[in-house]
């Protein structure tokens, strides 16, 4: 038997489904949303991951559960109310809409994303509790407000923004980034942080990249930080 209710991947997923909640209470978002359906998704989606936190089954199994098939469809229905794409190509948004997008992205991506966190192990590895993946870095720029960040795009599964204080981070550069909560650093958001110990040759834009690769110190902290904060 697993102790599924601290699972770092889901109470991660707890704390996305935290941070929806209050965007959909607030009504956040600057654009036509149905937010009565979204309230009743969030709801449904809550009582999933609760069934799925105290199941006490292995993760792997989880991963292959009802449950699990049935959060990543209502995941992929909260995207659709909440990420309508024939607004989001003509809106036009300000940095406070911008960010609260980018929240919203992450935590429909960390609920729909959780059967295949579950699916790395039954080992309760805090580096399981977050998408990791190889990008390629496609351009570099200096942070216009603080002399040691950079301002970086990515590309793996999507396309991100990274600051980061990396100096050697070049264009065409293969690396691992985490999908974290967007941060802003010095009035520029960033969605991920870079977390492999270098550059990985050979790596695949887009999948997973070895664990061996992946610096865990700072990642772990983060980790640690936002459970803690939740």
């Not at 909560?181 to 990249?209: D, H, N």
Request: include cysteine; charge should be positive; charged fraction near 30%.
């Amino acid at each position: 038997m697993s102790d599924t209710r601290s699972d770092y991947r889901i109470l991660m997923a707890e704390h996305a489904l935290g941070m929806l909640e209050s965007i959909i209470k607030s009504k956040k978002l600057p654009l036509p949303v149905n937010w009565k359906k979204a309230q009743e998704l969030h709801a449904q989606a809550r009582s999933i991951l609760m069934q799925m936190k105290y199941s006490f089954m292995p993760p792997t199994m989880l991963a292959r559960s009802e449950e699990a098939r049935k959060l990543q469809e209502i995941s992929r229905q909260l995207a659709s109310i909440l990420l309508p794409r024939e607004w989001l190509e003509r809106a036009q948004l300000d940095q406070r809409a911008r960010r609260v997008m980018a929240d919203v992205k992450y935590a429909i991506r960390m609920l729909y994303g959780l059967p295949a966190r579950l699916s790395l192990g039954d080992d309760n590895d805090p580096l399981h509790a977050v998408d990791i993946e190889c990008v390629e870095v496609l351009s570099v720029a200096k942070h216009p407000n603080a002399d040691n960040l950079y301002i970086t795009r990515a590309r793996g599964v999507f396309t991100y923004t990274v600051v980061t204080n990396i100096k050697d981070v070049r264009k065409g550069d293969l690396r691992a980034v985490a999908i974290l909560p967007p941060v802003e650093l010095r009035g520029q958001l960033s969605e991920a942080m870079y977390c492999s110990r270098g550059r990985i040759e050979g790596c695949t834009p887009g999948k997973r990249p070895p664990i061996s690769e992946v610096e865990r110190g700072e990642l772990e902290k983060i980790i640690y930080s936002v459970l803690r904060g939740r």
